[in-house]
């Protein structure tokens, strides 16, 4: 159980252009979704966290109008990351956890490797 | 906010060492303490997790020690093979709001055959 799937894996985009990163949890219901960016050697760092039916809360320094994210239902959320730049490319992974009191678990999406050209 | 410290960034042991990993936060009202495996360009892995109500933690050769008072807590892993070899993240829960994870900076574990 508590599997999460996210797609594309891969992504090479040219600058200028929106790429959609979609995350998924496959067997369970996640109220609260987070996304991470993660640059070689270094740890996760948060970008912002996405509850179902909310609009998400962003970290200080994420740009809102430039990673747009959707949590439209319990087992989908979305990253948008408009108008590219080469300087966006990195490792981009979502967790997912669920609602249910007591369950604090995250567990993570494969990840999605964005090249901006 | 919570900040968590995690050394050393790189550890190599021999093959059937163990190897340990520590973690301090900083918020005394964390209370849900995970550690993850990293394998290079993959997800993040749950191996173990400890909630602040218990002081030690084992599954198989991996346990986690918390120490609440002095706001620290391990990674144990005794007997080490070469698939342990990976980066490990701790990380500790904010109480506020949406209870985030915050990262420690990591540790790249070598196992030496």
């Known amino acids: 159980g508590a599997v999460v799937s996210q797609h594309p894996s891969w992504v090479i985009c040219k600058s200028g252009t929106s790429v959609k990163i979609e995350c998924r949890s496959l067997d369970f219901q996640a109220t609260t979704m987070f996304w991470y960016r993660q640059f070689p050697k270094q740890s996760l760092m948060l970008m912002a966290t996405?509850?179902?039916?909310?609009?998400?809360?962003?970290e200080q320094g994420v740009e809102k109008d430039k990673f747009l994210i959707n949590h439209a239902s319990l087992t989908l959320s979305t990253l948008t990351v408009t108008s590219a730049h080469p300087e966006d490319s990195s490792f981009y992974i979502c967790s997912a956890r669920s609602g249910l009191a007591g369950h604090n678990e995250q567990f993570f999406g494969p990840g999605t490797r964005l090249t901006v050209l | 906010g919570e900040n968590v410290e995690q050394h050393p960034s790189t550890l190599s042991v021999q093959e059937g060492d163990s190897a340990v990993i520590k973690c301090t936060y900083s918020d005394s009202a964390s209370n849900y303490f995970p550690w993850y495996k990293q394998e290079l360009g993959k997800r993040p892995q749950l191996i173990i997790d400890?909630?602040?109500?218990?002081g030690e933690k084992k599954d198989q050769r991996i346990a986690v020690t918390l120490n609440k008072t002095a706001k620290h807590f391990s990674l144990h892993i005794t007997e080490t093979q070469p698939e342990d070899s990976a980066v490990y993240f701790c990380?500790?829960?904010?109480?506020?709001?949406?209870?985030?994870?915050?990262f420690g900076q990591g540790t790249r574990l070598t196992i030496n055959p």
């Open positions: 990380a500790a829960n904010l109480i506020q709001g949406a209870q985030k994870l915050v």
């Open positions: 400890i909630r602040s109500n218990v």
């Open positions: 996405s509850n179902e039916g909310s609009k998400a809360t962003y």
